[in-house]
């Protein structure tokens, strides 16, 4: 028996390494060596003997590929090195100011590029520990993202094992996406269902992914190209080529069509290329992604923002086409503003079909004369979201019809107003449904009170319910009361009361900033947290008082008067505090730190310092930080390559601080 045991055991491995194998024969490769019989029948062995011995059954045998139970919801992976976007270029004068920039930094002449076409899908990480797939992401806001582990296990070309000589634990990131063939194959089952078409292979890429359900995952013929390497634990690669190299010989999909340049020249004429032959790929591509190919001069380059210094994307030109404009709709947005976008007779642009298209604002369709029932022209610039350009006047009729913005909100029926000098027209109900839900979801994101569980789709769940009329009553929720939604499991109502209740720590100027006022981001809510101390401070200031602050011009100040005048958002921030937000901050009174009162504006690059360090030190001092020069401006600190804000403080005779004089300056008053 024993004996009999062994041997199943020594033919399933055996079955394992075969199917294995010709996964990578058919899926990487692209060169299958056995029929697709002969592949169906190792298939069916080997499921067959893991039926009779469940105890040889393993997470990472190709049996597995068919997708697990489904599940509640997805978990959350923090990313131990933070998944960047790329910045845009869109011709080769950018690109060229791109590499010289590059080249400035790194004070060299010559700096070899790894140019890797850039796949339309949507980007994941898989982290390997010991030989095994052990976690599968996505990017999600850079920082952290939803676990898909069992979802990517359904991927073919994701290998579930690597060989003995990879790293302990590694990071293998790229894209997952759907070939064109096998985007017709998914939309023409939708069809023959009755169930709506993905519009774009990308679309139906992120939906296959992130369904809850790996079954149907296990269904959809996605695809996966990786292109970065991430190692945590082993020796990793000096360069962007040797990493991917590296990646195609441990097993992963890597694109064929990756070239390494050190000419310039070459480089332009490799995208410019692509450009045409792009329609000659099985898949989409929306540009070409750019790399400095020495990792050491990645590391020196660093980031800015969310984007890397030494990657950028050369986008394609936009892609145009014209068709009738059928009508003109309004979408309601968060802080009430009145969003008019383009009802257009269905048209093919760049392999997707367009039905809608964004029209901006009221003045700018009376700027460009748009009327309803114009033949117009759009694109899709940058392969984005497609916009009109303009009519086709020499196709005007005569009967068409000018759009004029509605006198009430078509979603409250609130009246409408246009502040002076905006071009946006906004709703006035403070209880308007179509804002709520974006309100929510900014309410709840990571730079605002961070509450986990809560995504579009359960704020969505939470309006539609009634359970939630205003962000105030998230902290009103109850465990009895949310199990009467449907398909929201105990664990996962768990979870988001713990992140709820967790959220009240969050600093008062997180809880400033996720109030969605408009013109206040994170930075210009740190100011006024900073300058007033706590909530009703700022709820009782006149406008002079918030004008007065620096880096607090008359528009925030006006913004902010007007969102505390309201009756009905000041019932809402009472609601907040009833329920125990952080609304004051704690450390000593703004006014009695050294550099309260003061405003800096940083220009070019510092040695010592990041530029997010620089600013965190002086708003720990009680100085604040601004992005232009202004005669509100009390130092500019110039660094190296020092920009326009340098001319502009000598013209307005502004002091200047070198980087010596500035970190002088923190570390005098740091002392006091």
């Given at each position: 028996m024993q004996q009999d045991l062994m041997s199943v055991k020594v033919r399933v491995e055996e079955l394992r390494q075969a199917i294995n194998y010709h996964n990578y024969r058919y899926h990487v490769l692209d060169s299958p060596e056995i029929s697709d019989g002969e592949y169906d029948n190792l298939m069916?062995?080997?499921?067959?003997?893991?039926?009779?011995?469940?105890?040889?059954?393993?997470?990472?045998?190709?049996?597995?590929?068919?997708?697990?139970?489904?599940?509640?919801?997805?978990?959350?992976?923090?990313?131990?090195?933070?998944?960047?976007?790329?910045?845009?270029?869109?011709?080769?004068?950018?690109?060229?100011?791109?590499?010289?920039?590059?080249?400035?930094?790194?004070?060299?002449?010559?700096?070899?590029?790894?140019?890797?076409?850039?796949?339309d899908g949507l980007a994941v990480s898989?982290?390997?520990?010991?030989?095994?797939?052990?976690?599968?992401?996505?990017?999600?806001?850079?920082?952290?993202?939803?676990?898909?582990?069992?979802?990517?296990?359904t991927v073919r070309a994701v290998p579930l094992t690597v060989p003995s000589w990879a790293p302990r634990r590694f990071e293998a990131r790229g894209e997952v996406f759907l070939s064109k063939a096998g985007f017709a194959k998914v939309n023409e089952e939708r069809l023959a269902q009755g169930q709506p078409l993905f519009a774009n292979p990308r679309n139906a890429a992120?939906?296959?992914?992130?369904?809850?359900?790996?079954?149907?995952?296990?269904?959809?013929?996605?695809?996966?190209?990786?292109?970065?390497?991430v190692v945590h634990d082993g020796e990793a690669p000096a360069s962007q080529r040797e990493a991917l190299e590296m990646l195609a010989k441990m097993g992963f999909k890597v694109n064929p069509e990756n070239a390494r340049f050190e000419d310039v020249e070459a480089l332009l004429k490799h995208c410019r290329e692509w450009e045409t032959r792009r329609e000659s790929l099985d898949y989409e591509i929306d540009g070409i992604v750019i790399k400095v190919d020495d990792v050491?001069?990645?590391?020196?380059?660093?980031?800015?923002?969310?984007?890397?210094?030494?990657?950028?994307?050369?986008?394609?030109?936009?892609?145009?086409?014209?068709?009738?404009?059928?009508?003109?709709?309004?979408?309601v947005g968060r802080t009430g503003s009145l969003n008019p976008y383009a009802i257009l007779e269905p048209v093919r642009l760049a392999g997707v079909t367009i039905k809608l298209a964004s029209l901006h604002n009221e003045q700018d369709i009376q700027r460009k004369d748009i009327r309803i029932g114009d033949t117009v022209l759009i694109q899709r610039a940058g392969e984005v979201i497609p916009q009109v350009v303009g009519p086709v006047l020499?196709?005007?009729?005569?009967?068409?019809?000018?759009?004029?913005?509605?006198?009430?909100?078509?979603?409250?029926?609130?009246?409408?107003?246009?502040?002076?000098?905006?071009?946006?027209?906004?709703?006035?109900?403070?209880?308007?449904?179509?804002?709520?839900?974006?309100?929510?979801?900014?309410?709840?994101?990571?730079?605002?009170?961070?509450?986990?569980?809560?995504?579009?789709?359960?704020?969505?769940?939470?309006?539609?319910?009634?359970?939630?009329?205003?962000?105030?009553?998230?902290?009103?929720?109850?465990?009895?009361?949310?199990?009467?939604?449907?398909?929201?499991?105990?664990?996962?109502?768990?979870?988001?009361?713990?992140?709820?209740?967790?959220?009240?720590?969050?600093?008062?100027?997180?809880?400033?900033?996720?109030?969605g006022i408009r013109y206040v981001g994170e930075q210009t809510a740190a100011v006024l947290a900073q300058a007033f101390g706590n909530m009703d401070r700022l709820r009782d200031a006149s406008e002079e008082e918030l004008i007065t602050v620096p880096g607090i011009g008359p528009k925030v100040a006006a913004s902010v008067h007007s969102f505390f005048a309201s009756e009905g958002n000041r019932q809402v921030v009472e609601k907040l505090r009833a329920a125990g937000l952080q609304f004051s901050n704690h450390n000593e009174e703004t006014s009695a730190l050294p550099l309260a009162g003061l405003e800096f504006v940083l220009t070019g690059r510092l040695q010592a310092l990041t530029r997010p360090q620089a600013e965190a030190?002086?708003?720990?001092?009680?100085?604040?930080?601004?992005?232009?020069?202004?005669?509100?401006?009390?130092?500019?600190?110039?660094?190296?390559?020092?920009?326009?804000?340098?001319?502009?403080?000598?013209?307005?005779?502004?002091?200047?601080?070198?980087?010596?004089?500035?970190?002088s300056l923190l570390d005098g008053t740091e002392g006091h």
């Amino acid at each position: 028996m024993q004996q009999d045991l062994m041997s199943v055991k020594v033919r399933v491995e055996e079955l394992r390494q075969a199917i294995n194998y010709h996964n990578y024969r058919y899926h990487v490769l692209d060169s299958p060596e056995i029929s697709d019989g002969e592949y169906d029948n190792l298939m069916r062995e080997l499921l067959a003997l893991e039926a009779q011995h469940p105890e040889l059954a393993s997470p990472d045998s190709p049996t597995q590929r068919v997708g697990a139970r489904p599940l509640d919801s997805f978990g959350v992976v923090l990313h131990a090195v933070p998944m960047l976007s790329l910045g845009n270029v869109f011709s080769a004068e950018a690109l060229l100011a791109w590499l010289k920039r590059i080249k400035s930094l790194v004070g060299r002449e010559e700096v070899a590029l790894i140019a890797e076409p850039k796949i339309d899908g949507l980007a994941v990480s898989l982290t390997y520990a010991e030989g095994r797939f052990v976690t599968g992401a996505t990017r999600g806001d850079g920082f952290q993202g939803e676990d898909i582990t069992q979802n990517l296990r359904t991927v073919r070309a994701v290998p579930l094992t690597v060989p003995s000589w990879a790293p302990r634990r590694f990071e293998a990131r790229g894209e997952v996406f759907l070939s064109k063939a096998g985007f017709a194959k998914v939309n023409e089952e939708r069809l023959a269902q009755g169930q709506p078409l993905f519009a774009n292979p990308r679309n139906a890429a992120a939906g296959s992914v992130r369904q809850l359900d790996p079954r149907i995952t296990a269904r959809r013929p996605l695809d996966v190209f990786l292109y970065h390497l991430v190692v945590h634990d082993g020796e990793a690669p000096a360069s962007q080529r040797e990493a991917l190299e590296m990646l195609a010989k441990m097993g992963f999909k890597v694109n064929p069509e990756n070239a390494r340049f050190e000419d310039v020249e070459a480089l332009l004429k490799h995208c410019r290329e692509w450009e045409t032959r792009r329609e000659s790929l099985d898949y989409e591509i929306d540009g070409i992604v750019i790399k400095v190919d020495d990792v050491t001069l990645q590391h020196e380059l660093g980031e800015v923002g969310r984007e890397p210094r030494w990657a950028v994307a050369f986008k394609f030109p936009p892609t145009q086409a014209t068709t009738r404009l059928l009508d003109i709709g309004i979408n309601v947005g968060r802080t009430g503003s009145l969003n008019p976008y383009a009802i257009l007779e269905p048209v093919r642009l760049a392999g997707v079909t367009i039905k809608l298209a964004s029209l901006h604002n009221e003045q700018d369709i009376q700027r460009k004369d748009i009327r309803i029932g114009d033949t117009v022209l759009i694109q899709r610039a940058g392969e984005v979201i497609p916009q009109v350009v303009g009519p086709v006047l020499s196709k005007r009729t005569g009967g068409e019809r000018i759009f004029r913005l509605p006198d009430h909100c078509p979603v409250c029926g609130a009246p409408v107003v246009r502040p002076q000098g905006e071009a946006m027209a906004r709703c006035t109900g403070v209880s308007c449904p179509a804002q709520l839900c974006e309100l929510l979801k900014h309410f709840v994101s990571r730079p605002a009170m961070d509450i986990k569980g809560i995504g579009e789709a359960m704020c969505v769940t939470l309006q539609e319910a009634g359970l939630v009329h205003d962000v105030g009553d998230l902290y009103t929720l109850k465990a009895e009361t949310l199990a009467t939604l449907d398909n929201v499991g105990e664990k996962t109502i768990q979870n988001m009361l713990e992140s709820i209740d967790e959220s009240k720590q969050r600093p008062f100027p997180r809880v400033l900033f996720a109030l969605g006022i408009r013109y206040v981001g994170e930075q210009t809510a740190a100011v006024l947290a900073q300058a007033f101390g706590n909530m009703d401070r700022l709820r009782d200031a006149s406008e002079e008082e918030l004008i007065t602050v620096p880096g607090i011009g008359p528009k925030v100040a006006a913004s902010v008067h007007s969102f505390f005048a309201s009756e009905g958002n000041r019932q809402v921030v009472e609601k907040l505090r009833a329920a125990g937000l952080q609304f004051s901050n704690h450390n000593e009174e703004t006014s009695a730190l050294p550099l309260a009162g003061l405003e800096f504006v940083l220009t070019g690059r510092l040695q010592a310092l990041t530029r997010p360090q620089a600013e965190a030190r002086i708003r720990s001092l009680g100085g604040t930080t601004g992005d232009n020069v202004t005669r509100k401006t009390s130092y500019v600190v110039v660094g190296t390559d020092p920009g326009s804000k340098l001319r502009k403080a000598q013209a307005l005779g502004i002091k200047q601080l070198t980087e010596e004089e500035f970190l002088s300056l923190l570390d005098g008053t740091e002392g006091h």
